[in-house]
């Protein structure tokens, strides 16, 4: 039984890691296989690849016109990647400290 649920877990982990495209390493092919990148952001990624690696996903926003934090997070989401990280998104903004209970 145990070995059976180290090979599907195995399986699982496999089929991940070939799901995942490397914006650093991608053909126009394999970005366009990506959800939600066409041909339009497909060829602003490689002309700006072009220029040199993309560092980390915030580098991959400031130079790809057009790709925000909410678009970075829906690519990673279906596979891309930046350098083999996902996206982490912005950290979120701290919260108002909560008012004293009213009497």
């Given at each position: 039984?145990?070995?059976?649920?180290?090979?599907?877990?195995a399986m699982?982990?496999?089929?991940?890691?070939?799901?995942?495209?490397?914006?650093?390493?991608?053909?126009?092919?394999?970005?366009?296989?990506?959800?939600?990148?066409?041909?339009?952001?497909?060829?602003?990624?490689?002309?700006?690849?072009?220029?040199?690696?993309?560092?980390?996903?915030?580098?991959?926003i400031?130079?790809?016109?057009?790709?925000?934090?909410?678009?970075?997070?829906?690519?990673?989401?279906?596979?891309?990647?930046?350098?083999?990280?996902?996206?982490?998104?912005?950290?979120?903004?701290?919260?108002?400290?909560?008012?004293?209970?009213?009497?």
């Amino acid at each position: 039984m145990l070995k059976k649920i180290l090979a599907i877990v195995a399986m699982l982990y496999a089929a991940v890691a070939f799901a995942a495209v490397d914006v650093n390493k991608a053909t126009a092919a394999e970005l366009d296989g990506i959800k939600g990148i066409g041909p339009a952001i497909s060829t602003k990624i490689l002309d700006e690849r072009k220029k040199g690696n993309f560092k980390d996903w915030n580098d991959f926003i400031e130079r790809v016109k057009g790709v925000g934090d909410s678009n970075a997070a829906k690519f990673s989401s279906e596979g891309l990647t930046v350098n083999g990280s996902g996206f982490k998104g912005a950290t979120a903004a701290p919260t108002a400290p909560a008012s004293a209970p009213k009497k």
